[in-house]
């Protein structure tokens, strides 16, 4: 199993910059694909951006917020980071983490979860 901590939220103006990070348990977090979600009030949880596992880099990004995140990873310190600029009122949302297990793994088709770190963008 991964646990996953995110850290890094808070309130910030409009047109400022944050950077989330999530920190997983284990010694496997290269092999997990791993994912930025956000869920604002009475909406849907939504994949604001997600990263290939290894060093590949491939990642995939919500048009909404496209050209202002970033998602990057540090393998070596089981770490995947979230670096947000230009933020606006809709950005303000929870902000959680995901891990998806490769197809090899014992626990492949579940998902890991962290319990999320909030986002406030105000004035």
């Known amino acids: 199993q991964v646990q996953l901590v995110e850290s890094g939220g808070g309130l910030v103006q409009p047109g400022g910059s944050l950077r989330l990070s999530c920190t997983a348990s284990?010694?496997?977090?290269?092999?997990?694909?791993m994912g930025w979600y956000r869920q604002a009030p009475g909406k849907q949880r939504e994949l604001v951006s997600s990263i290939a596992s290894g060093n590949s880099g491939i990642t995939k990004t919500a048009d909404s917020v496209k050209g202002r995140f970033t998602i990057s990873r540090d393998n070596d310190k089981n770490t995947v980071y979230l670096q947000m600029h230009s933020l606006k009122p809709e950005d303000t949302a929870v902000y959680y983490c995901?891990?998806?297990?490769?197809?090899?793994?014992?626990?492949?088709?579940?998902?890991?979860w962290g319990e999320g770190t909030l986002v406030t963008v105000s004035s």
């Open positions: 995901r891990a998806d297990p490769p197809l090899w793994a014992a626990d492949y088709g579940m998902d890991y």
């Open positions: 284990g010694s496997d977090f290269s092999t997990y694909a």
